[in-house]
């Protein structure tokens, strides 16, 4: 007999912006899990009449979720402070079936959402699995999920015993799912009695800097020690404005002061997940890459050949980036005024 006795596999979305763009990958991917594996579906939405949960609540019942959640708040859910959804999951999610059983919570591999994540197991004392690159099933049905570490120079199965566990999955484009769809069991909570902490009270101040942040841009011109100047990252953001992206560094970079720490890719800076990755003038340190979504596609510019950043790139020249950068700017630039024309 198998030892994994997972039952259920239930995707939580906790009212955050983006809930949206990762809800159909993410329900899509259960449907697919549960073609594969013996369980129910479900799906948790915090939030039942603004825009973005009702959004969620008709994908879920159109691709024919077993039992879905609707935790109804009394107040704007994008007005939730982070906290306040925490106990709103923690005190609702143990009341619920699935909770008494043996689920796997799936959130999307977002920064606030890995956090709540791990808030909600510790509260629920379940398995916070952290961010997850696959979730397995093999020929024994056996369901496991593979995570990385070391910057990505290993990989670790696990697999998922009897117990509650929360998985944090990065969002793609998954196959859409042709079979007819089961009706969906659909549950309100009343969740205005829970009793909360204190608000916060949150003072927005001003931008210390004019410059896009690194937080969820889909392209990064990221510069390293090789960029040898302040003056150098002035070319990086203005290539970074023309691409539509924003300017990271790596931490020689910011250690030298020619980039602020919030711009700092890497162990002990910020892990990112953009589309594109400009990795300039940078040799590509373990300590670096393990800030970068294995997912991420890089392009790598270095003088030097054997700079280890060409083993991690999709795409590599080997050239001075003062070279390449206004040269790659002005073509830019060039193509826009002909697309005007």
Known sequence: MSIVNIKN????????PGDVESAESLLLRIRDLAEKYPCETGAVILGSNDPTSKRIFALASSFGIDQVWCLETQVDILTLQRHERIDVLAAILPTLQVAHENCL???NASGDEEEVAAAVAVRMNAWALGRCEQI????ENELSVVKSCFGGRMKITRSLSAGIFFAAVRCVEQPRITSAPKTSIVTKHEVSAIEQRPRFFITLLPKSERYPSID????LVSGGRGIGSEAGF???YALAETLGGAVS?????????WAPVARQ????????RPDIYLAIAMSGTPQHMAGIDPHTQIIAINSDPEAPIFKQAQIG?????SQIVPALEAKLHSLEVKSLD
Request: glycine share 12%; charged share 15%; with cysteine.
């Open 9 to 16: 596999i239930c995707a939580v979305f906790c009212g955050l």
């Open 105 to 107: 919570f799936l959130m």
């Open 136 to 139: 397995l099933v093999n020929d």
């Open 216 to 219: 969820g841009a889909r392209i």
């Open 234 to 236: 002035e070319s990086l």
């Open 249 to 257: 560094a790596s931490l020689p970079a910011v250690d030298a002061g």
């Open 265 to 272: 890719v890497g162990q002990s800076g910020k892990y990112v």
């Open 317 to 321: 020249v080997v050239a001075d980036w």
